[in-house]
């Protein structure tokens, strides 16, 4: 059975491959539902601006002053559940930004309010050229993301410096615990 986060962003991706866009963001605001940019507004001056060609995702630049906080591309999960053991992957498809290290996360809202984060358990480099990267995260019991089902979104921590990223193409896709996938170490804390 397709888990519902993979039929959630896919739905997403499809919408913005389909169009033909060339805009500036505006800070929190979807491009298409469930794709959207987001910065700190108050220690820096963001401006990114987004490209998108049919069969592609999204071309990013970011103008980038001061020293925002933050500074990110989010992909909504949706609403989903995530059982200790799922292996949840993420296939990117790049190109710039060749020197940096992206640290992606998932963001959950706690049933109970407010947020918590999983760090992924890969990293994302970029490329100078294109290049296909698959980052792969096996959902322990202490992550945020595991247990009751919540809402949560992928989030892309961007350069907080100018940048130019070409976000070719994005794949999100689980593999339930049942399945037996394993990566990493088991420890006395993890999934055993």
């Known amino acids: 059975m397709t888990h519902l986060s993979e039929l959630s962003t896919a739905n997403a991706i499809t919408i913005l491959r389909s169009l033909e866009l060339s805009q500036k963001l505006e800070n929190d605001v979807h491009v298409v539902p469930k794709i959207y940019c987001s910065w700190d507004a108050t220690e820096g001056t963001v401006e990114v ?25 989010n992909l909504s999960l949706g609403k989903s559940r995530f059982h200790p053991g799922d292996v949840l992957g993420v296939i990117f498809e790049i190109e710039g930004c060749a020197d940096h290290e992206f640290r992606p996360f998932i963001r959950s809202m ?3 309010g407010g947020t918590a984060d999983t760090p992924l358990d890969d990293t994302l480099m970029g490329s100078g ?9 096996t ?3 202490e992550n945020a993301i595991a247990g009751e089902e919540a809402y949560h979104t992928l989030v892309l921590p961007l350069q907080r410096k100018d ?15 049942e399945r037996g996938l394993r990566i ?4 006395v804390s993890g999934l055993a």
Not at 129 to 136: E, G, K, N, S, Y
Request: glycine share 6%; hydrophobic share 45%; net charge positive.
């Open 129 to 137: 050229d294109r290049a296909v990267r698959t980052l792969l995260h």
């Open 49 to 73: 601006s987004l490209k998108s060609l049919p069969g592609r995702v999204a071309e990013l630049w970011g103008k980038v002053s001061g020293r925002p906080r933050w500074l990110s591309f």
């Open 110 to 112: 706690i049933p109970a």
């Open 184 to 187: 990493g170490h088991d420890t």
């Open 163 to 177: 940048f130019r990223l070409d976000l070719r193409d994005i794949r999100v896709f689980v593999v339930p615990a």
């Open 139 to 141: 959902v322990a019991r």
